[in-house]
């Protein structure tokens, strides 16, 4: 059983940046793909960026591609997501999500085994 709690949120001006934290319970970095995905109220959860156990480099979402950065520390078994240049339709709550043995990107958010209860990103023009 993993557990994850996201912390980070807020709310920034357009153009800001926030980094989120994903701390999970027991060790992941060997075992799990890390993937992180928002939703905006009224909308379907969207896929922002994963990594998987393969140890390749992570993959994200067009629309977060070159501001976004998913990052570990292991010691910590923490996974960051380091947003810039925030826009207002990144607005929404963030989750981070643990999929076992995931040697593959993946990025349905229903193959994903455990999530955390989410952070609200809120980004003002």
């Known amino acids: 059983q993993v557990q994850l709690v996201e912390s980070g949120g807020g709310l920034v001006q357009a153009g800001d940046s926030l980094r989120l934290s994903c701390l999970a319970s027991?060790?992941?970095?060997?075992?799990?793909?890390m993937g992180w995905f928002r939703q905006a109220p009224g909308k379907e959860r969207e896929f922002v960026g994963a990594?998987?156990?393969?140890?390749?480099?992570?993959y994200y979402a067009d629309s977060v591609k070159g501001r976004f950065t998913i990052s570990g520390d292991s010691a910590k078994n923490t996974v960051y997501l380091q947003m810039n240049s925030l826009k207002p339709e990144d607005t929404g709550v963030y989750y981070c999500a643990a999929r076992r043995s995931s040697m593959f990107v993946v990025t349905k958010a229903n193959l994903y085994d455990y999530w955390g209860q989410g952070t609200q990103v809120t980004v003002s023009s």
């Open positions: 027991g060790r992941i970095f060997s075992d799990y793909g």
């Open positions: 990594t998987s156990t393969s140890g390749g480099r992570p």
